[in-house]
């Protein structure tokens, strides 16, 4: 089986170690891995984000 690449822009981030463990943590609580709960809570935040703007504010 051969992986594709994926064409998704990436980006890099980093915790201080007290924040990680939290993640650590809550990401296992839902059996994500963090990269998974991060980009949830991510998607979540933009989602709100945007049902909050008014029309013709800037996104």
Known sequence: ???MAT???RTT???DPE???QLRRWAES???T??????AI???SLLER???????DKA
Not at 34 to 39: A, F
Not at 50 to 56: A, T, Y
């Open 30 to 32: 839902e059996f994500r």
């Open 50 to 56: 945007s049902q909050d703007l008014k029309p013709g």
């Open 1 to 3: 089986m051969l992986l």
């Open 19 to 21: 924040e990680y463990e």
């Open 34 to 39: 963090i990269p998974q709960l991060v980009s």
């Open 42 to 44: 991510v998607k979540k």
């Open 13 to 15: 981030i980093s915790f």
């Open 7 to 9: 064409k998704r822009p």
